[in-house]
């Protein structure tokens, strides 16, 4: 279906946020998703100190470079932090001590680590009290999404001003509970859905079957799908070490941490979500050709395939 992932963090035991990423590790995974009928996606950078992430960047702009499957697959980059909620629920499973205000010399350093292939960014609005962060990506043609965030329906609609225009994984990157029932920043995110793209996990576990086809429904042609797909993602159940984190993946291949306490991404493949839509929440063909190849490239504005 030449799908389009806008979110992918590792895949095919290949992690893109490991400092040692290797050419071949490069060329692995992608070959692996260009086996799973995806024609690009963003390849998703997450919280660390900033000279990291940096590091990590550059290094997977330097091996994309020089692949041609890497160059066709990674369309840029998505980086997710180090802008967002310091609260344990909203941090989910970004690290504490990086964790910083958006800043302009922050963004700009990572900005520039991407080689001109930064397409996304998520921060928390609460971060960006100002907007001037926000407003400086819009300007280098970057998307702005709100994620791992508690802003107010004020601070997401002062962002919305300063070029916000996405919110990533909406139903997650929250408190699994304790939030209050009505006044939540997914129903404040659902408010904005005639004024945000709307992201979402649909592995049915990140967000269950019944509030998943609630919530497209909602946020109708603004809707779109995706993985979150961390390194296990395409080998099956088991226990992995990413980074910071062991990782159980379960038969329902979601990741979670050893004790079961939070998720730690996903490991769901784009066919396996493809399935998951037709099978679970009963969408058509058409409707799901939009969420996982036509919309996340409208969002971006990355040609269609």
């Not at 280098?140 to 601070?155: F, M, N, P, R, Y």
Request: charged share 20%; net charge neutral.
């Amino acid at each position: 279906m030449n799908y389009f992932d806008l979110q992918v963090n590792g895949y095919g035991g290949v992690d893109f946020n490991q400092d040692d990423l290797s050419a071949d590790d490069l060329h692995r995974a992608c070959a692996m998703l260009r086996g799973h009928g995806v024609g690009g996606i963003l390849a998703a950078i997450i919280t660390e100190k900033i000279d990291l992430m940096a590091a990590r960047l550059r290094r997977i702009v330097e091996l994309r470079e020089r692949d041609p499957l890497a160059k066709q697959i990674i369309a840029g980059f998505h980086i997710e932090g180090p802008f967002i909620n310091v609260g344990a629920g909203y941090r989910g499973a970004h690290p504490l001590d990086p964790v910083r205000p958006a800043n302009i010399d922050d963004a700009k350093r990572l900005f520039d680590a991407c080689g001109g292939l930064l397409r996304l960014l998520t921060l928390a609005p609460e971060q960006d009290q100002t907007g001037a962060t926000t407003r400086w990506l819009v300007d280098q043609k970057v998307t702005v999404s709100a994620g791992h965030t508690d802003a107010s329906l004020e601070q997401l609609q002062r962002l919305i001003g300063a070029g916000l225009s996405m919110f990533t994984h909406v139903g997650n990157g929250c408190p699994m509970t304790g939030m209050h029932r009505h006044d939540n920043i997914i129903q404040r995110a659902l408010y904005l859905h005639d004024k945000l793209w709307l992201c979402f996990i649909a592995d049915t576990a990140h967000v269950p079957a019944v509030a998943l086809k609630n919530y497209l429904e909602l946020a109708g042609e603004r809707a779109i799908v995706v993985t979150d797909a961390i390194a296990p993602a395409g080998l099956g159940p088991g226990r992995y070490t990413l980074g910071r984190w062991d990782v159980m993946v379960g038969e329902d291949m979601v990741a979670r941490a050893p004790d079961g306490s939070h998720f730690i991404g996903a490991a769901i493949t784009m066919p396996q979500t493809h399935a998951n839509l037709r099978a679970k929440l009963g969408l058509c063909e058409e409707r799901c050709r939009r969420l996982l190849v036509e919309n996340p490239r409208r969002a971006i504005g990355v040609a269609p395939a």
